[in-house]
């Protein structure tokens, strides 16, 4: 059984670093693609990132574009989000979620997605 255990959210000052985990079992990532998405209070849920583990082919959302990053290395069976100048608009519930994958498919729409984590909340003050 998949399961996506999430960590590493919390409270922090515009312009502070984050990073996000991802602690995925019962599947491997070659073959998969893995997703982050957030969604604040009254929006719906939004692409953050995605990372092809085939290819390890990299898509980011033009909001979090050169602040946020996937690494491609995948040790531990862990997904991380590294967030760098953190900024309030980034405040949300984050999500990881993974799927199935060809061997470059980039995906951003949340639907796309058959596993979730159950978010964590991040938290950015000004």
């Known amino acids: 059984q998949v399961q996506l255990v999430q960590s590493g959210g919390g409270l922090v000052q515009a312009g502070d670093s984050l990073t996000l985990s991802c602690a995925v079992s019962?599947?491997?990532?070659?073959?998969?693609?893995t997703g982050w998405f957030r969604q604040a209070p009254g929006k719906e849920r939004e692409f953050v990132a995605t990372i092809n583990w085939n290819s390890r082919g990299t898509l980011y959302a033009d909001s979090v574009k050169g602040r946020f990053t996937i690494p491609g290395d995948n040790a531990a069976s862990t997904v991380y989000l590294h967030m760098n100048n953190l900024k309030p608009e980034d405040t949300a519930v984050y999500y990881c979620?993974?799927?199935?994958?060809?061997?470059?498919?980039?995906?951003?729409?949340?639907?796309?997605?058959?596993?979730w984590g159950q978010g964590t909340q991040v938290t950015v003050s000004s």
């Open positions: 979620a993974t799927r199935l994958a060809t061997a470059t498919g980039l995906f951003q729409l949340p639907t796309s997605y058959d596993k």
């Open positions: 019962g599947r491997t990532f070659t073959g998969y693609a």
